[in-house]
């Protein structure tokens, strides 16, 4: 998946339900082989990383993940709730750059997160309130 969206060092690059940030390791490894090249590089990459993480442990393991791949600051792994934002709060200046997720599928979520997405977003699945979310973080 990450050879596909190939991030690139300066874009923001999310992952709103990171949990151990295995597609964030995957995802700097990929920028690091192909694009890293200067300090300046590696600091735009990081600069660029985004993740959210609902559940405390995974959260704490996705942070040390980063440690342990040299991310100076991990700081921008947030342990927050991506769906808990009413998608209508969302404005155009939150629409930028890449999204990387695998959501968990096969979990449908309440009447209150369906009802935070626009009509055109019937959804039930939690994989699909992520997609539609995601498109404009």
């Known amino acids: 998946m990450v050879d596909r969206i190939d991030p690139k060092p300066g ?32 600091q735009h990459m990081q600069e660029g990383l985004r993740a959210v993480e609902k559940k405390q442990l995974p959260h704490m393991l996705c942070v040390t993940n980063m440690l342990l791949h040299g991310i ?4 921008f792994v947030r342990h927050d709730n991506t769906l808990a934002r009413p998608y ?22 309440g009447r209150w997160y369906r009802e935070q997405l626009p009509q055109a977003f019937p959804a039930r699945e939690t994989a699909d309130l992520f997609l539609a979310s995601s498109s404009v973080s």
């Open 72 to 75: 100076e600051n991990p700081s």
């Open 11 to 42: 874009e923001i690059l999310l992952d709103p339900a990171c949990g151990t940030g295995g597609f964030l390791t995957c995802a700097i490894n990929h920028m690091r082989k192909r694009y890293v090249k200067k300090v300046e590089d590696e």
């Open 88 to 109: 209508i709060s969302y404005t155009q200046s939150d629409r930028r750059g890449r999204c990387l997720d695998q959501p968990t599928l096969r979990r449908t979520r």
